[in-house]
């Protein structure tokens, strides 16, 4: 690491070298080609045969391994076309895949080398898992300290270990939209059970709420808290899926533009993640170590410091990302005017 940007309190972020900020980028281009490679490889699932029926070829394709499968129509020059063009889009999409796996294993060993990342393996494999399965980035954005690994990412440092540790992870569950409740209709994997295939040890927990691994890893799927909370009934995501806890005055984050980013984790390999705003993030974490009445004195302290660490790499590296009027309209005018970071100002 190069340049360290010191507090007056606390290391707040480093710098990348040179060499680390050139196999940074180089993982990110990688692993978007890897993604569109993916979606393009989903695109010939199943396979193409021709079955003979009552004397005549017909163009069957095979939907799943089930053997469910149904008619493109007899054999004719169109459905040869059809046919030709699946098996050649198949076998070039499927390389293309295999690829861009060995680069990413390759730039993998690079990245643990110079030590550019840092989220535990077993958090990023459920991003990769919800990512995978259509779920990040739709209902779920995640939240509190593990949002951070999005902002280091976006912004090519990385934060002290000290600042991000945590046993846990949190998924805002976001259910406004009728549209996006589609994620968990009955032909979608339940989130536990998402969850579960990257660690079968998972249990959900009798809270509801929470599922944790033998190793003690937690993950925590919660909701913004109504504006009265003895109306806020729980509500099942779907059947033996979880029940989001609500969380007081998360509607702000809930409402908050949100980011996207791919970042590599400890080791090497690239991830996806979605979450709030920086700049959202930044006057949350400053209410909730400042302001927040049922805050426990220790975690106060270490929302000032994280918010403290965003906001600088904001105003440092994140031109883009201006405070302005736009991004705080979700929260009351208020919370802007107490939790603005120094250096950064907006008219509200």
């Known amino acids: 690491m190069e340049n360290i940007n010191q507090g007056a309190d606390m290391l707040?972020?480093?710098?990348?070298?040179?060499?680390?900020?050139?196999?940074?980028?180089?993982?990110?281009?990688?692993?978007?080609?890897?993604?569109?490679?993916?979606?393009?490889?989903?695109?010939?699932?199943?396979?193409?045969?021709?079955?003979?029926v009552n004397g005549s070829e017909y163009l069957i394709k095979?939907?799943?391994?089930?053997?469910?499968?149904?008619?493109?129509?007899?054999?004719?020059?169109?459905t040869e076309v059809?046919?030709?063009?699946?098996?050649?889009?198949?076998?070039?999409?499927?390389?293309?895949?295999m690829s861009l796996n060995g680069i990413i294993h390759e730039q993998a060993q690079l990245n643990k080398?110079?030590?550019?990342g840092h989220m535990p393996a077993g958090t990023?494999?459920?991003l990769r898992a919800m990512d995978e399965r259509g779920v990040l980035g739709?209902?779920?954005?995640?939240?509190?300290?593990?949002?951070?690994?999005?902002?280091?990412?976006?912004?090519?440092?990385?934060?002290?270990?000290?600042?991000?540790?945590?046993?846990?992870?949190d998924f805002l569950w976001d259910s406004r939209s009728k549209l996006t409740m589609s994620v968990w209709d009955a032909s979608k994997p339940k989130i536990i059970e998402i969850i579960k295939s990257v660690d079968p040890t998972f249990v959900r927990q009798p809270n509801g709420y929470s599922a944790m691994s033998d190793k003690g890893f937690l993950v925590e799927i919660i909701k913004p808290e109504k504006k009265a909370p003895w109306l806020d009934f729980s509500t099942v995501i779907s059947e033996g899926d979880f029940t989001p806890s609500p969380i007081k005055a998360l509607n702000w984050l809930v409402?908050?533009?949100k980011i996207e980013a791919a970042g590599i984790d400890e080791k090497g390999f690239p991830f996806p993640i979605v979450a709030p705003d920086p700049r959202a993030f930044v006057i949350y974490k400053f209410w909730m170590g400042r302001?927040?009445?049922?805050?426990?004195?220790?975690?106060?302290?270490?929302?000032?410091?994280?918010?403290?660490?965003?906001?600088?790499?904001?105003?440092?590296?994140?031109?883009?990302?201006?405070?302005?009027?736009?991004?705080?309209?979700?929260?009351?005018?208020?919370?802007?005017?107490?939790?603005?970071?120094?250096?950064?100002?907006?008219s509200v």
């Open 138 to 169: 739709r209902n779920m954005v995640v939240v509190g300290t593990n949002a951070i690994y999005a902002y280091e990412a976006l912004a090519g440092v990385m934060f002290p270990d000290e600042l991000m540790e945590t046993t846990d992870v």
């Open 255 to 257: 409402n908050a533009p």
């Open 124 to 126: 990023a494999k459920i």
């Open 291 to 346: 302001e927040c009445p049922d805050r426990a004195a220790i975690k106060r302290k270490r929302d000032i410091e994280q918010a403290e660490a965003v906001a600088q790499v904001i105003i440092d590296k994140l031109p883009t990302f201006p405070f302005s009027k736009e991004v705080f309209k979700m929260f009351p005018r208020k919370i802007v005017e107490t939790n603005m970071p120094l250096g950064g100002s907006v």
């Open 82 to 97: 059809i046919f030709d063009k699946f098996k050649a889009g198949k076998e070039r999409s499927q390389s293309r895949l």
């Open 12 to 52: 707040r972020y480093f710098d990348f070298s040179s060499q680390q900020s050139r196999l940074y980028i180089n993982s990110q281009q990688t692993y978007g080609a890897w993604v569109a490679a993916k979606r393009d490889v989903e695109q010939y699932r199943g396979w193409l045969t021709w079955k003979k």
């Open 62 to 78: 095979i939907i799943n391994d089930k053997g469910s499968q149904k008619s493109l129509g007899p054999r004719s020059p169109e």
């Open 113 to 116: 080398a110079v030590k550019i």
